[in-house]
């Protein structure tokens, strides 16, 4: 069959619209280039994304590179301890036990009314400080055969650095789950409620009808938000940066001290968080496309 190709339709607006932005686009440029009393020098900032390593002979991944890199990190670990939690207070907050859904709505109140930053400085204080040493975390990270610590570095980058990482993890963790806890519990409640009271007429117990029943249909609906989420938390990894987690804000405000270049570090950083969470974004489009066809297929 032949494919139907879609017509785009342009109107004067659409073009004035464009005209205005490529117009402001180009003063901005030429603002930045004539008026501003300032020294632009790209030719250095590709030095600080890779580096030649004499040793070895290779590029390596140099400053933002490897800020980059932690931020990938982080977001990832602690986008996964933020849906365990969240999932689990999101069953606590649709629970019929009143203490535990004042739990969980305390938990999410709590989470989503206070300043990441305070949130940032009240855990590294009390858990890096206190917490790790306690636990003898980096005693016995020292401890470890030098291929133990090859696999830590792998997935958690530098080991001293290990206590003040797992603690950036667990902070963005609990900030980001207050919000899945309210994804998963949207989630769920928008399964029609005879589904459960099906399931249980048929003899399934609420654990077997929430886990053959009702999470495959609320999977769906959870997926694309959950998504979303991912892409928030790889901004709001930025935040760590005042606790000296080397991730890519870090590097830039250190590149920036060292060079002087304000401009020119920033916008490569910018670029890089655009390209990184703009890749997500499709992809995250790609799978609610997908999994939309499947639903009408």
């Not at 139907?4 to 930045?32: C, E, F, R």
């Not at 650095?161 to 989630?187: D, P």
């Amino acid at each position: 069959m032949p494919r139907l190709v879609k017509k785009i339709h342009i109107t004067s607006l659409d073009i004035l619209i464009t005209i205005l932005l490529l117009a402001g686009g180009g003063w901005l440029y030429y603002s930045a280039t004539t008026r501003l009393e300032y020294e632009w020098n790209w030719s250095v900032i590709p030095q600080y994304l890779f580096r030649f390593d004499e040793q070895s002979g290779k590029w390596v991944p140099n400053l933002l590179i490897l800020g980059l890199i932690t931020t990938i990190r982080l977001s990832i670990w602690s986008t996964i301890l933020a849906t365990l939690l969240g999932t689990g207070m999101g069953f606590m907050r649709i629970s019929k036990h009143r203490f535990r859904r004042l739990l969980g709505g305390a938990y999410v109140a709590l989470s989503r009314n206070l300043p990441p930053l305070v949130m940032v400085f009240i855990f590294y204080f009390f858990v890096a400080e206190q917490i790790m040493p306690i636990l003898g975390i980096k005693d016995c990270v020292d401890t470890c055969s030098p291929w133990t610590k090859q696999v830590l570095e792998l997935f958690f980058g530098p080991t001293e650095q290990l206590s003040s990482f797992l603690t950036a993890i667990i902070t963005l963790a609990i900030y980001e789950g207050a919000y899945i806890t309210e994804i998963v519990r949207s989630g769920i409640q928008s399964v029609d409620p005879g589904q459960m009271e099906a399931a249980q007429a048929l003899g399934f117990d609420w654990w077997r009808s929430m886990r053959f029943i009702i999470l495959p249909q609320a999977i769906r609906m959870v997926l694309p938000p959950l998504a979303g989420q991912f892409i928030s938390t790889i901004k709001d990894s930025a935040i760590v940066s005042v606790i000296s987690i080397q991730e890519l804000t870090f590097q830039g405000m250190e590149l920036m001290a060292a060079t002087y270049l304000t401009f020119e570090v920033w916008i490569t950083i910018t670029i890089m968080y655009f390209t990184l969470t703009f890749a997500c974004s499709v992809l995250a489009r790609k799978l609610e496309l997908k999994m939309r066809k499947r639903e009408q297929g």
